[in-house]
């Protein structure tokens, strides 16, 4: 069983920052690959930015490409997605999300994780 708790969401300007935070239970940490969605009201939830177990490997949708960089503490059993000039379109409630099976390359299918967070709220005002 992995647990996974986000933190670092909040209420920010547009052109503002915040990083979001993911810790994991479990002493695997290392061999899961990543992933950050967001989801809207209305909207279904969408893959944000995905990261391979070793960190070398990442992918970005096209609307966070350049604004967002994900990275990952395997020490620490911490992943990060540290987002930059933020946009009202970005507002949702972000979650984590673990793939424990070969974590050698980042995944981008909501159905190929295993596990989830709660979920983040990220506000961004005009």
């Known amino acids: 069983q992995v647990q996974l708790v986000e933190s670092g969401g909040g209420l920010v300007q547009a052109g503002g920052s915040l990083r979001l935070s993911c810790a994991a239970s479990?002493?695997?940490?290392?061999?899961?690959?990543m992933g950050w969605f967001r989801q809207a009201p209305g909207k279904e939830r969408a893959l944000v930015a995905a990261?391979?177990?070793?960190?070398?490997?990442?992918y970005y949708a096209d609307s966070v490409k350049g604004r967002f960089t994900i990275s990952r503490d395997n020490a620490k059993n911490t992943a990060y997605l540290q987002m930059n000039s933020l946009k009202p379109d970005d507002t949702a409630v972000y979650y984590c999300?673990?793939?424990?099976?070969?974590?050698?390359?980042?995944?981008?299918?909501?159905?190929?994780?295993?596990?989830w967070g709660q979920g983040t709220q990220v506000t961004v005002s005009s």
């Open positions: 999300a673990a793939h424990l099976g070969g974590g050698g390359y980042p995944h981008r299918v909501y159905s190929e994780y295993d596990y």
């Open positions: 479990g002493r695997a940490f290392s061999s899961y690959a």
């Open positions: 990261i391979s177990w070793s960190g070398g490997s990442t």
